[in-house]
């Protein structure tokens, strides 16, 4: 029997707590498979939050921890270095394609972009001096943007119902509308679009010289704001504006890192390369909490000294923990050896399938969209609030559970990001599932 949220011991986040809403409890997981408490066999059709990219206990993954296990379960990483951590490490470095010189270990995508914020601060001024007069402690930001919800994440998102209540808290920052590849109909009208948002960023950085520390991007794709695509030349004239005017640029991988677009980073498809690199997702494969935030050799050069003021005194508990280390390496090492074929294979499969679905729901489906492992559209039916709350998206939700399907809609977006070697069989399942739930909206 399924339980309320105020029954509960634990507090169920992301979850409005006073409802009648039931809360799904689930017992064990295989493959692309959940299983519950209620005897059902549920679809993860968006990865568990888009962690489980080889879906769940993969036996590669589960090995890996049980072997690491038997050797080393923890040590502190400060003045410390294990076998796990420094292997990850270099690997990481190496599917980068060498445009990195350090990884910094944390546990989560919110601390991974925090610690790039402070990063970026720190950067200027070691490099600079204190006495310099710059103070370089802004960021250029974009609206649709999320970054997590610790303090420095939420003050570089914009402004939604996930950090509007904590506006006391922000800092300053200059947000900018995002690029949206869907808010215009011709390639001339797309990049005007893009330019006019360049010009943006390169009016506010020569307005106020010596004040941003860096832009604040997800690359690609804005994730949580509606799986909001726009194109790789944005991001590379987002990269030429920065060298030029002498500004970090911060990448937020959280969520497309790990192989999500089709390449192991976004920032590879798009040709642009950031100063500054955060991602968590998908690095364990969904098993164990991991994240990190990739490092020039240009920004690790300014901490190189023996100035204890110039250090960065910044860490965490389980910061490169080695059983979370080994799970990545076999990880990666199964996205190296089918991963990246797979998410291929699954764009195909997306294209066939979401094809089909518009041509039976017409009218009901706008601004479909695949890019690697992602497939996502908007509801043409609009009920009450727009963004988040649209309750359209819980209605739909609800129906698709009934069907033994998990997704879980942003608003009156709807999107489907699988385990990358998700079963034809169950995709079919999905889309079957969908198009009787959207017929009966």
């Known amino acids: 029997m399924n339980l309320f949220s105020e029954e509960t011991s634990t507090w169920i986040p992301l979850t409005i707590q ?23 066999e549920y679809i993860d059709g968006i990865s568990s939050w888009w962690t489980c990219i080889h879906g769940h206990r ?9 072997k690491q296990t038997e050797v080393l379960d923890h040590v502190m990483l400060a003045g410390f270095l294990h076998e796990p951590a420094e292997s990850l490490s270099k690997k990481i470095l190496d599917l980068a394609g060498g445009n990195y010189k350090k990884v910094f270990y944390s546990d989560n995508g919110s ?5 790039a914020l ?17 103070h370089r402690s ?12 610790s303090i420095g994440g939420m003050n570089v998102s914009g402004i939604t119902y ?19 590849r869907f808010q215009f109909s011709s390639k001339e009208e797309i990049s005007a679009h893009y330019t006019d948002i360049l010009s943006q960023v390169t009016d506010a950085i020569s307005e106020h010289p010596g004040e941003y520390a860096g832009v604040v991007i997800e690359p690609l794709v804005f994730g949580a ?21 002498d500004i970090l640029l911060i990448f937020d991988e959280v969520f497309t890192g790990m192989g999500r677009t089709g390449e192991y980073f976004a920032f590879q498809k798009a040709d642009a390369v950031p100063d500054l690199l955060a991602f968590a997702k998908g690095l364990t494969g969904g098993s ?6 990739l490092v020039t050799e240009k920004i690790y050069t300014a901490f190189l000294t023996e100035d204890p003021y110039k250090s960065f005194f910044h860490a965490h508990t389980m910061t490169g923990n080695p059983l979370a280390c080994s799970a990545s390496l076999a990880s990666i090492g199964i996205l190296e050896k089918e991963g990246l074929d797979q998410v291929k294979n699954l764009e195909i499969s997306f294209r066939k399938r979401m094809e089909k679905l518009v041509f039976s729901n017409p009218g009901k489906i706008l601004n479909p969209r695949i890019l690697g492992s992602i497939c996502a559209f908007e509801l043409n039916q609009k009920i009450g609030e727009d963004e988040y709350l649209n309750p359209i998206g819980k209605k739909l939700r609800a129906k698709l559970l009934d069907k033994n399907i998990l997704l879980r809609p942003l608003g009156n977006t709807v999107y489907i990001t699988p385990p990358y070697n998700i079963s034809d069989s169950s995709l079919d399942r999905i889309f079957f599932a969908l198009d009787e739930a959207i017929g009966s909206l």
């Open 162 to 180: 996930f950090n509007r209540i904590f506006a006391e808290l922000r800092f300053p920052v200059f947000e900018i509308g995002a690029p949206n």
């Open 118 to 134: 402070k990063l970026a601060i720190q950067y200027y001024k070691n490099r600079d001096g204190e006495k310099s007069g710059r």
């Open 138 to 149: 802004k960021f250029i930001v974009f609206s649709s943007s999320y970054h997590g919800d």
């Open 225 to 245: 704001a509606g799986m909001v695509f726009y194109d790789s030349e944005f991001l590379r004239g987002l990269k030429k504006i920065t060298n030029e005017l």
């Open 288 to 293: 164990l909490p991991l994240a990190a935030t």
């Open 111 to 115: 601390n991974a972009v925090e610690i």
């Open 58 to 66: 993969h036996p590669e993954i589960m090995q890996a921890i049980q």
């Open 18 to 40: 006073n409802t009648k809403e039931s809360i799904l409890q689930i017992q064990s997981a295989s493959k692309e498979f959940l299983y519950g408490k209620d005897g059902k």
